[in-house]
């Protein structure tokens, strides 16, 4: 069974500054997929960024790049120039490469706040 | 549609009361989930079908929660018998089988608003 592990239930961050949070799994697997979700207070999930394990280079999505350390099983996820409308829970999530994959584990999330 | 519809957004049943919830995934999505996400909790996985077929439902908590999706296309998550410990809010996703790069394709979750159940 795999595990994620967000070690930061809160965070916050001055507006255009940039912020990091980490995220840790653990799996016995060699192919996966792994992502970062935001869910606002509206509650709706919203993907931000995806990584797949067999790729060494980082994912960048515009102010959104991670850090993926497979021997370390990490996946950090930095947001560069903080918006106030990055406020929102952040969740990383795993999920196995399988022809039929979707099922994922998530973290139990990390709060972030931008302060103006 | 443009994106995953549940329904209803809130709902509030007294203990021992059935309740169904609806999702209706993006046009074409061949995937689709359920979670239950407790409060200050992540989303846990409850149940998977690819078109009608149920595939995994590994993550149903109690033979009280049952979910079909009859013509592979919406779906609905019903919950009997319903206890204090079943409130939490529950999100549907889909995705389709196309690959694609970023944020788009096969295991890309589209998650709906998601349906809030209290338990009174």
């Known amino acids: 069974a795999q595990t994620v592990t967000q070690s930061q239930p809160e965070m916050s961050v001055q507006e255009a500054e940039t912020v990091t949070l980490s995220c840790t799994y653990d799996?016995?697997?060699?192919?996966?997929?792994l992502f970062w979700y935001k869910q606002p207070p509206s509650r709706q999930m919203i993907l931000v960024i995806r990584?797949?394990?067999?790729?060494?280079q980082n994912a960048t999505e515009n102010r959104f790049s991670v850090n993926f350390q497979k021997a370390a099983k990490s996946f950090s996820l930095k947001i560069s120039d903080s918006q106030l409308g990055d406020t929102a829970m952040y969740f990383c999530a795993f999920m196995k490469q399988n022809t039929n994959a979707g099922k994922s584990t998530f973290g139990d999330g990390t709060t972030l706040t931008v302060k103006p | 549609g443009a994106g995953v519809s549940q329904s209803p957004r809130y709902k509030v049943a007294k203990r021992g009361q059935d309740v169904a919830l609806r999702c209706d995934p993006i046009s074409g999505h061949v995937s689709l989930f359920w979670y239950q996400q407790a409060l200050g909790q992540g989303p846990e996985f409850l149940t998977y079908?690819?078109?009608?077929?149920?595939?995994?439902k590994s993550g149903l908590p109690s033979d009280r929660f049952f979910a079909e999706r009859p013509e592979g296309s919406v779906s609905t998550l019903k919950i009997q018998r319903t206890q204090q410990e079943d409130s939490a809010v529950y999100l549907c996703?889909?995705?389709?089988?196309?690959?694609?790069?970023?944020?788009?394709?096969?295991?890309?979750?589209?998650f709906g608003a998601g349906s809030r159940l209290t338990v009174l």
């Open positions: 990584q797949e394990a067999y790729k060494q």
């Open positions: 079908f690819q078109n009608e077929a149920q595939l995994d």
């Open positions: 799996t016995s697997e060699n192919n996966y997929y």
């Open positions: 996703a889909s995705s389709s089988r196309v690959r694609g790069r970023g944020l788009s394709g096969a295991n890309v979750l589209t």
